[in-house]
């Protein structure tokens, strides 16, 4: 079936280096991408979306990428911080995935653990 | 502004009991979703509502499992006859309208069924 999927279950790096998070999808009809972010105990936080007609958006110290042609997604965090230590999920909306219409299809997640 | 309120926060319940969890979306938001996340795992879309039209219900799981709106308000979600494999996160989210916009989640009611 189709899914959204991550490379790396866990990424380790050093406090004040850049982070990418990189997420694969299967379905080529998705046109609407999320990156949320959760901590522990807590439910996702919206981090920065970007719709299929770009390639490229950035926010506060976040870009994200979009690569259709090998349906790829990747959210890259500038300076990492402290704070940054959470689960990061990329997720889709296509409105036919079995996330329902306007439903969600999320990843499984990947661990971003910041080291002193 | 207020974001999207779930409760109970816990809830702890014998198998075969019936539970219910509260929603309370963002105030002017007219999607309301709700997600089950298990340990570990991404979140599981279960149903969908967008102002008075018919829910989505594609995501839910078994005829055990029910949810309610009122308007563009409160949102309820019901499990019957719980069994331990629905102990999981719950998790409620809201949106400006539905398609294309940035969903915002609560915090999630943990149920564990013993």
């Known amino acids: 079936g189709e899914s959204v999927g991550l490379h790396l279950p866990t990424l380790s790096v050093q406090e004040g280096d850049n982070s990418i998070i990189n997420c694969a999808y299967s379905?080529?009809?998705?046109?609407?991408f999320i990156w949320y972010k959760q901590e522990s105990g807590k439910g996702p936080q919206f981090i920065i979306d970007i719709r299929s007609n770009m390639d490229k958006r950035q926010g506060q110290r976040v870009t994200v990428l979009l690569n259709k042609t090998v349906k790829h997604l990747s959210l890259q965090i500038a300076a990492t911080q402290p704070g940054d230590s959470a689960v990061y999920f990329c997720a889709e909306n296509n409105g036919h995935s079995g996330g329902g219409a306007d439903g969600l299809t999320f990843g499984k997640g990947t661990h971003l653990i910041i080291q002193p | 502004g207020a974001g999207v309120s779930q409760s109970p926060s816990n809830k702890v319940t014998e198998k075969g009991k019936d539970v219910e969890l509260r929603c309370d979306p963002i105030s002017g938001h007219t999607a309301l979703y709700w997600y089950r996340q298990r340990l570990g795992q991404g979140l599981e879309f279960l149903i969908y509502?967008?102002?008075?039209?018919?829910?989505?219900k594609s995501g839910l799981p078994s005829d055990r499992f029910s949810a309610e709106r009122t308007g563009e308000s409160v949102s309820t979600l019901t499990i019957q006859r719980t069994q331990q494999e629905d102990s999981a996160v719950y998790l409620c989210a809201s949106s400006r309208t539905g398609g294309d916009q940035p969903q915002h989640f609560g915090d999630g009611t943990r149920l564990s069924i013993l």
């Open positions: 509502f967008q102002g008075n039209s018919a829910p989505d």
């Open positions: 379905n080529s009809a998705s046109d609407y």
